[in-house]
């Protein structure tokens, strides 16, 4: 009875209660922003979609490359009707630097707590991490789609493929 009390207790240190899956309704955050301000996912809803492209750490290798394809080819992105950001459990102050230094246009959410990464199901075991994933949220708050196969040298391009695929609405 023991060995079986244990396992279920070790189970559930290891696996998320209940994995985030496409038609879910996405967790709501509040989180603050590189750009000083804070966003909150329902100001989004009925509005406009939103993708959150995961991020482990500012400054390290592959989230540099990732950054600067979206700041390089932002504009692929902004075709659509839809909200981007890059998201970490980084502090703030440390996001702040990384977007500036990275010439980011567009914000970069902090998650310290890990909370949000949690809720989202892309936080590393074990660590205040998230893994490298972008989510899409329609308008409607339902995820669209989770994407764990990111190619940081191509993320913008990638994005802007996804949102097209998912068929979100484009500009004027």
């Not at 994995?19 to 809803?45: H, I, M, N, R, W």
């Not at 409607?140 to 994407?147: F, N, Q, Y």
Request: aromatic share 8%; net charge negative; hydrophobic share 40%.
């Amino acid at each position: 009875m023991r060995k079986v009390f244990l396992m279920c207790a070790l189970l559930a240190i290891v696996l998320p209660a209940s994995a985030l899956e496409v038609g879910d309704k996405a967790p709501e955050f509040s989180l603050q922003a590189s750009d000083g301000k804070t966003y909150t996912l329902s100001d989004f809803k009925g509005k406009q979609a939103v993708a959150i492209a995961w991020y482990p750490k500012a400054f390290t290798k592959g989230c540099t490359i990732e950054c600067k394809s979206l700041a390089e080819n932002g504009h692929l992105i902004r075709e659509y009707d839809v909200a981007y950001f890059m998201a970490s459990t980084d502090e703030v102050e440390d996001n702040s630097k990384f977007a500036e230094e990275m010439k980011a246009d567009f914000p970069l959410l902090s998650d310290p707590t890990g909370e949000v990464a949690e809720a989202y199901d892309v936080k590393m075991p074990v660590l205040n991490m998230a893994k490298r994933v972008t989510i899409y949220i329609g308008k409607d708050g339902d995820v669209l789609k989770i994407d764990r196969d990111i190619k940081p040298a191509t993320s913008a391009e990638d994005m802007a493929v996804t949102l097209g695929e998912l068929g979100v609405a484009k500009n004027d």
